[in-house]
T-cell receptor, first 111, second 115 residues
Framework: QKEVEQNSGPLSVPEGAIASLNCTYS??????FFWYRQYSGKSPELIMS????GDKEDGRFTAQLNKASQYVSLLIRDSQPSDSATYLC???????????FGQGTTLQVKP | GAVVSQHPSRVICKSGTSVKIECRSL??????MFWYRQFPKQSLMLMAT?????????EQGVEKDKFLINHASLTLSTLTVTSAHPEDSSFYIC???????????FGPGTRLTVT
């Protein structure tokens, strides 16, 4: 089992729809979870961090965390073509203190 | 969010030469910085963890004598690729951890081409 798992996609949604990106992780003790966006040829950009169970909203983005199920998700409302990118889920390892990344989900928002 | 700069953004060098890449946290102090490498269409690969004032910790398979890391202050880390070869051509990205919330911010990356 990979430490952080994401569906590689591509996930294709029409403009204006809600995009739902999912991630599961294996470290039961982890306390810090992050979502990064990476455009092709660019470096990752931190878009959300979440530390407590429940939802955290920031503009069109909502991160959801369920530690019991070891599951974290990212919802993007009113998706725009400019949201087309690879979204990386990252978990701060309780053992090493390093970020463990999933392989990323490619999102395509079609006009 | 916090800003991390990286210089140069692009560099072309000849085989056998050395290249230094600088990474700076502009508006926060970073005790810990990280160096990654990414090949086209592949995942980020952590090369080393750099702690201010101490020696870097390298990931398995990364040659510490080839990739020299110095973290001389709370806002600056450098990576020097020594005796570069064409197979070292890649996208090198630094990252700095903001101490209070453990958030990690990435620099814009340096694209290295070794001819």
């Amino acid at each position: 089992q990979k430490e952080v798992e994401q569906n590689s996609g591509p996930l294709s949604v029409p403009e204006g729809a809600i995009a739902s990106l999912n991630c599961t992780y294996s470290d039961r003790v982890s306390q810090s979870f992050f979502w990064y966006r990476q455009y092709s040829g660019k470096s990752p950009e931190l878009i959300m961090s979440i530390y407590s169970n429940g939802d955290k909203e920031d503009g069109r983005f909502t991160a959801q965390l369920n530690k019991a199920s070891q599951y974290v998700s990212l919802l993007i409302r009113d998706s725009q073509p400019s949201d087309s990118a690879t979204y990386l889920c990252a978990v701060l390892s309780s053992n090493t203190g390093k970020l463990i990344f999933g392989q990323g989900t490619t999102l395509q928002v079609k006009p | 969010g916090a800003v991390v700069s990286q210089h140069p953004s692009r560099v072309i060098c000849k085989s056998g030469t050395s290249v230094k890449i600088e990474c700076r946290s502009l508006d926060f102090q970073a005790t810990t910085m990280f160096w990654y490498r990414q090949f086209p269409k592949q995942s980020l690969m952590l090369m080393a963890t750099s702690n201010e004032g101490s020696k870097a910790t390298y990931e398995q398979g990364v040659e510490k004598d080839k990739f020299l890391i110095n973290h001389a202050s709370l806002t600056l880390s450098t990576l020097t690729v020594t005796s570069a070869h064409p197979e070292d051509s890649s996208f090198y990205i630094c990252s700095a951890r903001e101490n209070l919330r453990n958030e990690q911010y990435f620099g814009p990356g340096t694209r290295l081409t070794v001819t």
